[in-house]
């Protein structure tokens, strides 16, 4: 803009006057430099009409199975946010890129994301060791993470807000519906070989043992990718546990259920609790595999609520009817969702802005229902246990009457 050397500031009233009557047509003609200043101050990719943002998921390897529902639950959410006008009157572009399956991987492409691609926000992530890899670029390059999988907890960050659950919220939930549902006493702890299982377990173990005065009776670790359970499996026959506690994921989880199923282990009979398995891997392990198991999340394809219809229905029209939708896919589509509201609410896209907004933000039309930030970047939620069906669904059978708060660092399980 040309100074005007009869004010002071360079800013005449004729000014002011000609930018008021233009107001009306800003949303076309685009914003003025001090309006685009004021929601973008530090060097984001961010337009007059556009925003971009981050999706870092998993499309290749062996977590492929549970990642690719993330992948399309958020490009729906941001499909359905710009069909309703965007954010901050600013339609979302997307940059995509795969992790791979490989943690190192993860934390170069979010460097990239951040450093080069400028996104005021990225949405990926599902394993604990690819968060844990990222975690240090985000709060270095200062980014915003939007993470969708249910964890161990023991973390809290400025830079992340965690759309999934915690530990309290469902590996301490779970254990307490078995051992007062079943009564059970004896339990085999199972799970693939990174933090999030041997850290899950862990918990699990100091709850069974502390708190529950119950038993483990045998706990073992697998490789991602593992595909040969036959030797754990007959040493669950001979212990003969009341729970098989199973954190496995990934593509495993399809060997080890055909495997556990030709051995004769009938999960109508036999008690299996997983907090890993959705009706993500089900899709490939197969109901008929499966069929009797429990599962503690807090989101099942089959809830019955008008948002969780709306969002199925939406979700199959995007994606075809026979596409399954998991805890963690539906974790990951309220990430867009909080996000924009978080921007409205800051009226800013800048991150510190944005990390300071969250505590409070609520997304009312959640599938799951009702959810809400709370201060310590967790979500309020319920948690729920569902049992699986021969057609690859759940059974909601108990769910919390209330949100539980969420609780990452509890007393006595650090």
């Known amino acids: 803009m ?13 000014h002011i006057l000609s930018g008021l009557a233009a107001a009306p047509a800003l949303g076309l003609l685009g914003r003025p430099a001090w309006a685009q200043a004021s929601v973008n101050t530090t060097g984001l990719a961010v337009t007059d009409t556009e925003v971009t943002v981050g999706i870092l998921h998993s499309v290749t390897g062996t977590m492929a199975i549970s990642e690719t529902g993330s992948v399309e639950a958020e490009k729906l959410a941001i499909d359905q946010i710009n069909a309703q006008g965007g954010v901050l ?19 170069e492409k979010a460097k990239k994301l951040l450093v080069n691609d400028k996104c005021a926000a990225v949405f990926g992530c599902w394993t604990s060791a690819s968060r844990k890899a990222v975690l240090p670029v985000f709060e270095q390059y200062n980014g915003m993470l939007y993470y969708p999988t249910f964890y161990e907890g023991l973390e809290q960050s400025k830079n992340v807000i965690y759309t999934g659950q915690e530990a309290t919220q469902q590996i301490i939930a779970g ?20 933090i999030w299982p041997r850290t899950s377990n862990k918990i699990a173990r100091k709850h069974i ?31 003969k546990p009341d729970v098989i506690y199973a954190i496995i994921v990934g593509g495993s989880n399809v060997a080890f259920y055909k495997q556990l199923k030709a051995a004769g282990i009938d999960l109508s009979k036999q008690t299996l609790l997983t907090i890993s398995v959705t009706e993500d891997e089900i899709d490939g392990i197969g109901g008929e595999n499966i069929a009797g198991a429990y599962a503690c999340m807090k989101y099942f394809q089959s809830l019955d609520n008008p948002n969780n219809k709306a969002f199925v229905s ?50 009312k039309g959640a599938p799951e229902g009702y959810v809400r930030i709370h201060e310590n970047h967790h979500l309020w939620s319920k948690t729920r246990v569902g049992r ?18 969420p609780d990452p660092f509890p007393k006595g399980y650090q």
């Open 2 to 14: 040309s100074s005007n050397s009869g004010n002071s500031d360079g800013f005449s009233r004729r």
């Open 89 to 107: 009157g600013r339609k979302i572009k997307f940059i995509q890129e795969d992790g791979a399956s490989d943690w190192p991987t993860f934390a």
């Open 175 to 194: 254990l307490n519906w078995v051992a007062k549902e079943k009564g059970a006493k004896t339990f085999y702890l199972l799970g693939s070989d990174y």
């Open 209 to 239: 043992e502390n708190v529950l005065k119950t038993k483990v009776v045998g706990e073992e670790y697998f490789p991602l990718g593992h595909t040969q359970f036959n030797s754990v499996i007959n040493k669950i026959k001979l212990t």
């Open 314 to 363: 939406a979700f199959h029209k995007m994606w075809g009817d026979k596409t399954v939708i998991g805890d963690v896919t539906q974790a990951a589509y309220l990430g867009p969702w909080l996000w924009k509201l978080t921007v409205e609410k800051a009226g800013s896209f800048d991150i510190d802005k944005v990390a300071a907004a969250s505590p409070g933000v609520e997304f």
């Open 388 to 405: 699986a069906r021969t057609d690859g669904q759940y059974d909601v059978i108990y769910e919390t009457a209330d949100l539980v708060e």
